[in-house]
Structures are given as C-alpha cells and as structure tokens.
T-cell receptor, first 109, second 117 residues
Framework: DAKTTQPPSMDCAEGRAANLPCNHS???????VYWYRQIHSQGPQYIIH???NNETNEMASLIITEDRKSSTLILPHATLRDTAVYYC??????????FGGGTRVLVKP | GAVVSQHPSRVICKSGTSVKIECRSL??????MFWYRQFPKQSLMLMAT?????????EQGVEKDKFLINHASLTLSTLTVTSAHPEDSSFYIC?????????????FGPGTRLLVL
C-alpha cells in the first residue's frame, strides 16, 4: 500500500467548503486513492475514491494532481455532522486497506 | 448502497470466556471480508483477511488461535475471541469487499465494542 501523509487536524467553518489534503508521493500506477471518514464510535464510512481523474459524488469531490502525488478531498458545504476523522488511503483495488492517523476535522458553527 | 452489519454492537464478558462477533453483508455477496481492531484514540489496525471457503490470513503479531475467523458463506464472517482477557477489550470492526464494481470498494460495519472484565 502507498504511504499517505495527512495533517493531524484542521478546523472548518460550517457552510464553507472544507479542503482536506493528502500526500501520496509513492503511490503506484495501479493504486487508487480512497477516502473514508469515521465519526466517533462508528465504523468508517466510504466517501469516494479515484485513480487518475477527478471524481465527484453526492458526498464530496476528489481532486488528484496530474502526477498523482497528492490529492484533495473537498466537502462543498461543511455541516456540523461532517465532524469526523478523515482517512486517505492508497491501495490496489480490492486489497486490504492500511489506515494511517487521518485528519481530525472539526466543523465549527 | 452496500450495507454491512455487525452483531452484537457491544458485549461485556468475563475474563476467560469466548465471544463471537458476526459480520454480514446485507445486500451483496462478499468473498473477502476484513477484520480490524481499534483501541481508544488510535487508528484502525488490520487483524486478518477472511476468505470464503478457505483459511483466514492473519497479520503479523495477531494470534490465529486466539482470534478464530470463519467465513462459511458469501454473506457472513465470524470472529471469535477465545479466552478473552481485559487487554482484548477494544472496538472490533469488519469490512466487506463489494465485487460488483471494478474497484471492489470496501464497506465497513458499525463496529462491536468488547469489554472484558
């Protein structure tokens, strides 16, 4: 699995876009970038994933740099319920996922 | 969407007893499931990969005789913590691999909180 680096924590304002960075400079060509989040005392929730192209779904957008060494998860309009630990994980499709420390996001009113 | 359930959601047991945790994929079949453990204020740690119809693959440092895994059907994997001790108290989480999509995304259960007294 590719090693990923995320800031340990960040604060976001409710109603504003939240941009969560992730570095994965050693990611290989067949490895996807997966994003999950874990709200306190719950199992991780799948958010989005991508390989090369930018992706968007009902939860978030994923912007992957052209060299694939980094990516940004964008929550377009953060709400208080988006407060969670966000994990960026690099890995091949279907393989086991290795969780790092993630980014603890606190959405403030 | 893909839904994964776990049962029980929380369990308290006495030291020395065994506890079984179930992980079910509710709306898809999963030939592969994964078991994780999470201690307070720490990240998830993969314990083992559960394969339907074959033996589980354990991560380094995880005792296979203590954490028994059975994946007897395409929708059910069980984790049995044998002779549980207080240090086994943790949050146990499973995930299931959804083969319906080309990327085989993993979906997680809600977790089982185990407290060993």
């Amino acid at each position: 699995d590719a090693k990923t680096t995320q800031p340990p924590s960040m604060d976001c304002a409710e109603g504003r876009a939240a941009n969560l960075p992730c570095n994965h400079s050693t990611i290989s060509g067949n490895e996807y970038v997966y994003w999950y989040r874990q709200i306190h005392s719950q199992g991780p929730q799948y958010i989005i994933h991508g390989l090369k192209n930018n992706e968007t779904n009902e939860m978030a957008s994923l912007i992957i740099t052209e060299d694939r060494k980094s990516s940004t998860l964008i929550l377009p309009h953060a709400t208080l319920r988006d407060t969670a630990v966000y994990y960026c994980i690099g890995g091949a499709a279907g393989n086991k996922l290795t969780f790092g420390g993630g980014t603890r996001v606190l959405v403030k009113p | 969407g893909a839904v994964v359930s776990q049962h029980p959601s929380r369990v308290i047991c006495k030291s020395g007893t065994s506890v079984k945790i179930e992980c079910r994929s509710l709306d898809f079949q999963a030939t592969t499931m994964f078991w994780y453990r999470q201690f307070p204020k720490q990240s998830l740690m993969l314990m083992a990969t559960s394969n339907e119809g074959s033996k589980a693959t354990y991560e380094q440092g995880v005792e296979k005789d203590k954490f028994l895994i059975n994946h007897a059907s395409l929708t059910l994997s069980t984790l049995t913590v044998t002779s549980a001790h207080p240090e086994d108290s943790s949050f146990y989480i499973c995930s299931a691999r959804d083969h319906r999509g080309p990327q085989e995304t993993q979906y997680f259960g809600p977790g089982t909180r185990l407290l060993v007294l």
